[in-house]
């Protein structure tokens, strides 16, 4: 193996399989990077066998070749050198020269044979997503997946398939998001539609650093098969497992009609919350929201030891008085993902799921294609 | 009490003090914050018993009075209130009822009596310095502070006080760096000349919290009385005890005269000890520099698991050749806190201390007033 390519180029191609890498423990190899020429390009890979990713760069290849790299050495070693300058690279036995200008190193590397295989695709791919698109698809779906894995599937953003859309789902039971997407299905989309899958939610954490130095106009490509999900990003190539489970049938808890609805401001309200928060049990804290006339949504909280607080904010309503407690977490991180300056809250009474939706700066219209859920604290 | 101030005003305040009492969990009564009213102004203290903090704002008063409120819960609450609002406050019996705006809140106090009385200074000030260069000499002199209190002196900044100058001196025995600076003495400096001082490296960190935050054009006014030193930054006055300890007569370490002297750019010797230090253990590690002629350095090192690297560099040299041994982190640690492009470095040989030194950027000439000593490691 001997070739040419920019730091740049390295160092970026480095930084989005590291991550991988980076949390492997148990398997030694499985902290080494697979770099590999092939058809006038480098290759890397890296897996923690739950999750793989495949990045391809540019490279002046004058001997193929290829060699597993220990991937913290390496990339503290590249991401130190000058931005500017070439990296020439000569593999000789199981020791690689990488020179930069005026730096020098040899590394120990270790037989790329050893380097488990990171599947790829086989079929063609079944639907695709815009990418700006699927960031927030996947910010928002997180804002409500389970931290803890006592149930495996919440751990996981459930994807059901139906005609030119897929609805993304998440829950830890205590709230629950809803993302509607429209997507371009491929002829493929018949393999998967009417059917649902899950992704853990690990995986779609490092799609969406992925995402965010990706160009947001491009698409990318997802195939699902054998339990596994396949993302083509441009130049890099992701595969995870899928989750095995049975996520439950949320749809039937979303009720389709409100006693009350009403619109508020996004930031006060959120500033409240964050203020009342201050007053309650840092786990499972309990604040208390009173709506008792059309005009005025009291928040309220109070701790023994603490004190207590109360806010008063303008709101517009329909429908009759209510009075419910939330855990302010939940409101919080509901908040902290929906757009636009109001949103709409609909309620029932104090024990029914209240939904939050977001509402267009322009018009003032609701936005459907995104609810978040929260089950009150029956009191 | 009865008050109407700023939220930016309070806010302030409290995130000055609120760092005092943060870290405190044995007393509790240490986890608040004294407020009290005093000559139409708001006062508040915090103490953990080796520092205190004193910080008065402009306040309307309608009624004195003074309480302890808890430092996390009001710190918490006021700094999610909006800042263009102000606060009014207002105490009844234990309990501190605080509005802003839409927001309200009664937060339960404790009894101010319980609160340990914060020593203020009782004499004249005994010498001043820039706040600017107050900051830079902080920040250089924590550069070599030890981490360990295997010797409480080491864990202070040691001040050499002689006419109408003062050496600040740290060290933990690997390396040490000193810093001289001329004071404006006052009349009362002459109780302190030609003793010496050792201030709480812990004291020095949060007097440069509250330094960033001061004009840099104004001075912070010191004294030394009772083996406490008080600093009067503005409207803040900061105690602390002294470190009780003799430190070592650093001076006699510090060679006169060198064998060879080299002048190299910082920002290219920093990133190859960087990319050398890659290269060796993670703690104790060893990189090698060579001098072997008069216009290049050469940085090495290796480590028998991962590999080796050198880096070439340019230097220009006057006096003889050198190999030596440095552990990198101290390079790093000295390298990082010195300004200007390029450093000038002087040794002796391969065992005797190593000095480095900044170099003006406009006429090349060497920067006296700071200097930062390696120890080498003996091979």
Chains 1, 2 share one sequence.
Do not use: W
Not at 51 to 57: A, E, F, L, P, V
Not at 166 to 182: K, N, P, Q
Not at 217 to 236: C, L, P
Request: proline share 3%; glycine share 6%; aromatic share 8%.
């Amino acid at each position: 193996m001997k070739l040419v390519c920019t730091q740049e180029n390295f160092k970026k191609a480095i930084s989005i399989v590291d991550k991988i890498t980076a949390k492997q423990i148990t398997l030694p190899i499985l902290k080494n990077i697979l770099i590999e020429t092939k058809d006038g390009r480098l290759f890397f890979s890296a897996t923690n066998l739950e999750i793989g990713i495949i990045i391809k760069i540019g490279a002046k290849i004058e001997r193929e070749g290829k060699i597993a790299i220990p991937s913290k050495l390496i990339s503290e070693f590249i991401s130190n050198l000058p931005q500017e300058e070439n990296i020439e690279i000569e593999l000789n036995g199981q020791i690689l020269n990488i020179n930069c200008g005026k730096y020098k190193a040899k590394i120990n590397c270790l037989d790329s044979e050893d380097f488990p295989i990171i599947p790829e695709r086989k079929g063609v791919y079944q639907f695709s997503i815009k990418n700006d698109i699927f960031k927030d698809i996947i910010n928002k779906s997180l804002s409500s997946v389970s931290l803890n894995d006592i149930r495996v599937e919440f751990t996981g953003v459930n994807l059901s398939f139906f005609d030119e859309k897929i609805y993304f789902a998440s829950t830890d039971s205590f709230r629950l998001s809803e993302y509607e997407v429209g997507i371009k299905e491929n002829e493929a989309y018949k393999q998967i539609k009417e059917s649902t899958a899950i992704i853990p939610a690990e995986t779609l954490r490092e799609l969406s650093k992925i995402l965010h130095n990706s160009n947001d106009n491009e698409e990318t490509v997802v195939t699902i098969e054998n339990n596994q999900i396949f993302f083509d990003i441009g130049d890099i190539k992701m595969v995870s497992r899928l989750i095995n489970g049975k996520y439950p049938p949320y749809k039937q808890i979303i009720p389709n009609s409100f006693k009350t609805e009403i619109l508020i401001n996004k930031g006060e309200l959120l500033q409240s919350i964050k203020i009342a928060s201050v007053f309650t049990k840092k786990t499972d804290g309990e604040i208390n929201i009173i709506i008792e006339n059309d005009k005025n949504l009291v928040v309220k909280s109070s701790l023994q030891e603490s004190g207590e607080n109360q806010t008063d904010l303008l709101i517009e309503k329909t429908g009759e008085n209510q009075d419910f407690v939330l855990n302010p977490r939940y409101l919080i991180d509901g908040l902290n993902v929906m757009d636009g300056t109001n949103i709409k809250i609909m309620i029932n009474d104090s024990f029914s799921p209240i939904i939050l939706k977001m509402v267009n700066d322009k018009g003032g219209k609701t936005v459907d294609n995104f609810i978040y859920i929260i089950m009150p604290i029956r009191k």
